[in-house]
């Protein structure tokens, strides 16, 4: 295992994540809530996007193997998505994901995990950058697969409980920079794993 990886795959799926750009979102589904009820929300939420990722992360190539979908395919989906959002964050085009009409009367019932935690936090290109990301080939790649998740799932967790007991991390010019930033180097991993995943679809390309 190497850190620097795991830096960079922690760091990556921060950005992809992004608690910060939905503490509008969680102060809303709470508004009006008290600090125990937001407090445990924020800790579902945490636990949401941590679970997912590792679940994706430890089982998601076995079951696209088994469907018969090879790693290549899901660096170049993965990467597709990665970069739809990527721009989305960098142009501040709202609404990257879209909701079903009964997911949005969900939302707007009240706080629940759903579209939070899942889609909104631990979606499609989080997934897939895990799972294009967590190849086990000995026993000390696991902490790899594991620590990343367990680490953003912290960070929202952590992020969501200090707003929610009336916190202020960042101004909203500074979120918009942070996400701005965060698009234009998500862009960049995007596209590189696109191009991973064609070299070993088309291997010509490597020469």
């Given at each position: 295992m190497?850190l620097?990886?795991v830096?960079k795959?922690?760091?990556?799926?921060?950005a992809?994540?992004?608690?910060?750009?939905?503490?509008?979102?969680?102060?809303?589904?709470?508004?009006?809530?008290d600090?125990?009820?937001?407090?445990?929300?924020?800790?579902q939420?945490?636990?949401?996007?941590?679970?997912?990722?590792l679940?994706?992360?430890?089982?998601?190539?076995?079951?696209?193997?088994?469907?018969?979908v090879?790693l290549?395919?899901?660096q170049?989906?993965?990467?597709a998505?990665m970069?739809i959002?990527?721009?989305?964050?960098?142009v501040?085009k709202?609404?990257t994901?879209?909701?079903?009409?009964?997911?949005?009367?969900?939302?707007?019932?009240?706080?629940s995990?759903?579209p939070?935690?899942?889609?909104?936090?631990?979606g499609?290109?989080?997934?897939?950058?895990v799972?294009?990301?967590?190849?086990?080939?000995?026993?000390?790649?696991l902490l790899?697969?594991i620590l990343?998740?367990?680490?953003?799932?912290?960070?929202?967790w952590?992020c969501?409980?200090?707003?929610?007991?009336?916190g202020?991390?960042?101004?909203?010019?500074?979120?918009?920079?942070i996400?701005?930033?965060?698009?234009?180097?998500?862009?960049?991993?995007?596209?590189?794993?696109?191009v991973?995943?064609?070299?070993?679809?088309?291997?010509?390309?490597?020469t």
């Amino acid at each position: 295992m190497h850190l620097g990886f795991v830096i960079k795959k922690t760091l990556t799926l921060l950005a992809l994540v992004d608690p910060f750009m939905a503490i509008p979102l969680f102060v809303c589904a709470t508004a009006g809530l008290d600090v125990r009820f937001r407090d445990k929300y924020s800790r579902q939420l945490g636990i949401t996007v941590a679970l997912s990722l590792l679940i994706g992360g430890l089982f998601g190539l076995h079951l696209l193997d088994f469907m018969g979908v090879s790693l290549a395919s899901i660096q170049i989906g993965g990467g597709a998505i990665m970069f739809i959002v990527s721009l989305a964050m960098v142009v501040a085009k709202e609404e990257t994901i879209k909701y079903t009409p009964r997911e949005s009367e969900e939302a707007a019932a009240g706080p629940s995990i759903v579209p939070l935690g899942i889609p909104l936090l631990a979606g499609p290109a989080a997934l897939s950058y895990v799972m294009a990301t967590s190849q086990i080939t000995r026993p000390e790649d696991l902490l790899s697969v594991i620590l990343p998740p367990v680490a953003v799932g912290i960070v929202t967790w952590l992020c969501f409980r200090f707003v929610g007991r009336g916190g202020r991390i960042l101004t909203p010019s500074a979120l918009k920079v942070i996400e701005r930033l965060a698009g234009f180097l998500l862009t960049a991993i995007s596209v590189e794993m696109m191009v991973s995943g064609f070299r070993h679809v088309f291997p010509g390309l490597s020469t």
